[in-house]
């Protein structure tokens, strides 16, 4: 959906959930901004038991001027706009409206009336940590200078900032690139960051860090923290990891629908995003980064799919489970065994490539931001970047790429949810790699040896020491030929759209 198809109503009211958070303040504000600059008669409401009166909020509010309204009832309006929410939900009065829009980044909710509301008229990203990440986006394909409006960008740096555990569970791209380009007040920051906690919320931090659970044979600690604003879990699991017996920990608070989690991890060998992922397998949605991470439960889901069982004991089991899961190769110094792999090639579909040293000098630090995370590295005249089928990135030094690739002069078109961008550590500047991205194709001569793992296995590459490959159970463990050293994952989906078996008479 885009902003602009909205613009033909004239009667617009934005509405976000009952007792709304900074988030769902944020995110009404920034539509609200948007359709009163295009002259329509625009309201931003709410509604619910109260009115909301957390300290952070009232200041928020007033801080940055955000005209919402708290409200029991509205005259029927052209368009309804729920922000931060879905029509009819459980956490939302429903209003009548002539016709309405959803612009949501939580999950669809199945007691929600989105079967009155028009399919094009629905914008939910379930992935993104905030729904003003989203209005954010919407904002910004509309043309619309947020960071010309310092109100609006510190309004909306401050949801995503709350929504994500003071930024410690971003794990979309799009969640980080709105961290990293808006131009917000730093001191209504500040006041609106140290205002975050109430008395009784210091309350809830210290009753739950009283009655933690360590499991010190797995170094993990497990705490619960009683219903409270979601930035506390952060705090808690900050503190929490500082423990000497805890390398990892889960911190969760239970909800209307489920349960939220927060995960934090000081080892190399374990991604706090991959715990995410594997506690939530099948019963909900997670992710972030090395050291911290998000997740959800949902309630239904998990029991049905575990009946009777408490939700300490789960992950009580799944930490015993994802430790005996895994297997970890350092690449630089394992000899691996290939016997038992076969013999491909690339198949001679165009792939992208980007020569970094022609468009940065040697040494300058750069981030490469891609769906699957963030790859930092330094510019030399001999490393390049390879960009996939799927907008995957790699780095590959210049003469193992003249080896295995041939170039073409078409350009190449990164095909993916995600963009990936180019981000210069010295300068603040960004490029998105589809403006300079080159095509090239596979030469074929070069050979890999690969066989599909069985279990979840972690990859330390030889080009990156710090951060592993993690592949799952049926992707492809490969080898170059040409270099048993060179080690790394291949995700299967990709592995059979770009590989190619070999049979002995042709390696001969």
Not at 10 to 39: M, T
Not at 266 to 277: G, N, P, Q, T, V
Not at 439 to 448: A, D, I, K
Request: proline content about 3%; some cysteine; overall charge negative.
């Amino acid at each position: 959906m885009r902003l602009q198809e909205l613009e033909r109503f004239e009667e617009i009211v934005i509405q976000c959930h009952d007792n709304p958070d900074a988030d769902a303040l944020a995110s009404g504000f920034g539509l609200y901004r948007y359709f009163s600059q295009k002259g329509k008669r625009v309201r931003f409401v709410y509604s619910g038991r109260s009115e909301a009166g957390k300290s952070n909020l009232v200041l928020m509010i007033l801080a940055l001027k955000i005209p919402v309204e708290y409200v029991s009832s509205i005259e029927e309006p052209e368009l309804l706009i729920m922000t931060d929410c879905q029509y009819g939900g459980g956490n939302t009065t429903r209003f009548p409206a002539r016709a309405v829009a959803v612009i949501d980044h939580h999950e669809r909710d199945e007691r929600a009336a989105l079967s009155e509301v028009q399919e094009a008229f629905i914008e939910i990203k379930s992935s993104y940590g905030s729904c003003a990440t989203l209005v954010w986006q919407l904002l910004c394909e509309a043309g619309y200078d947020v960071n010309a409006d310092t109100e609006l960008a510190t309004a909306l740096y401050y949801g995503l900032y709350m929504d994500t555990g003071q930024l410690g569970d971003i794990y979309h791209p799009m969640d980080k690139d709105m961290r990293d380009e808006l131009l917000y007040d730093r001191g209504i920051f500040s006041q609106l960051k140290n205002t975050n906690l109430s008395s009784r919320e210091l309350e809830i931090a210290g009753d739950a860090l009283l009655h933690h659970r360590i499991l010190e044979q797995y170094r993990f600690a497990i705490v619960k923290v009683k219903p409270c604003d979601l930035n506390i879990l952060g705090i808690v699991s900050d503190f929490v990891l500082q423990t000497d017996v805890v390398n990892t920990c889960v911190i969760y608070s239970t909800l209307s629908d489920g349960y939220k989690l927060s995960f934090r991890s000081c080892e190399k060998e374990i991604k706090a995003s991959d715990l995410a992922s594997f506690f939530t397998e099948g019963i909900g949605s997670g992710g972030g980064h090395a050291e911290k991470a998000g997740g959800f439960i949902r309630a239904d889901l998990f029991a049905g799919k575990y009946p009777g069982e408490e939700l300490e004991v789960y992950f009580e089991r799944r930490i015993a489970e994802y430790l005996k899961s895994y297997e970890v190769i350092y690449a630089k110094d394992y000899e691996i065994d290939l016997s038992g792999m076969k013999c491909y090639r690339k198949k001679k579909l165009p792939l992208g490539f980007v020569e970094l040293g022609t468009l940065y000098p040697a040494g300058t630090p750069l981030l490469v931001r891609t769906l699957e995370g963030d790859l930092e590295i330094n510019v030399t005249d001999d490393i390049y970047l390879m960009v996939g089928i799927q907008g995957e990135v790699y780095p590959i030094r210049a003469e193992k790429f003249a080896r295995t690739y041939q170039r073409r002069s078409e350009p190449y078109t990164v095909r993916t949810e995600y963009i990936p961008s180019v981000h210069n550590r010295l300068d603040g500047s960004v490029r998105n790699v589809s403006g300079f991205v080159k095509s090239c194709v596979p030469t074929g001569e070069t050979l890999v040896y690969a066989k599909k793992i069985d279990r979840q296995t972690k990859i330390f590459t030889a080009w990156d020491t710090v951060n592993y490959m993690l592949g799952n159970p049926g992707d492809m463990i490969a080898a170059r030929a040409d270099d048993a050293h060179d080690i790394y994952i291949i995700e299967r989906h990709i592995f059979g759209q770009t590989y190619e078996e070999i049979t002995g008479d042709e390696r001969r």
